[in-house]
């Protein structure tokens, strides 16, 4: 069982930045594929980015591709999501995941086993 905790999140203006961190407890942290997603209002949950266990192959939804950045530090069992020039339109929920692999990183969210409980970000313009 793997619990998954967000922080970091909060009120930014658009065009400023955020580091959303999400910290795992249990100690097999390293062997989890990591991802973020995220969920505005009235609308479907959606992939934002993915990292494989080892943190050397990274992917992103083309709406945050080149704003946004994740990483792991497996020594603390956290990922991060480092999010720069901010929009309005990514105002959302935003979660972490995890899924117990070795192999790849995943998009779909119905692919990941373990949930946080959500932090709020909200970009005013």
């Known amino acids: 069982q793997v619990q998954l905790v967000e922080s970091g999140g909060g009120l930014v203006q658009a065009g400023g930045s955020l580091r959303l961190s999400c910290t795992a407890s249990?100690?097999?942290?390293?062997?989890?594929?990591m991802g973020w997603f995220r969920q505005a209002p009235g609308k479907e949950r959606e992939f934002v980015a993915a990292?494989?266990?080892?943190?050397?192959?990274?992917y992103y939804a083309d709406s945050v591709k080149g704003r946004f950045t994740i990483s792991r530090d497996n020594a603390k069992n956290t990922v991060y999501l480092q999010m720069n020039s901010l929009k309005p339109e990514d105002t959302a929920v935003y979660y972490c995941?995890?899924?117990?692999?070795?192999?790849?990183?995943?998009?779909?969210?119905?692919?990941?086993?373990?949930w946080g409980q959500g932090t709020q970000v909200t970009v005013s313009s």
């Open positions: 995941a995890a899924k117990s692999d070795l192999r790849a990183w995943y998009t779909a969210d119905y692919e990941y086993d373990y």
């Open positions: 990292i494989r266990w080892s943190g050397a192959v990274t």
């Open positions: 249990g100690r097999t942290f390293s062997s989890y594929a």
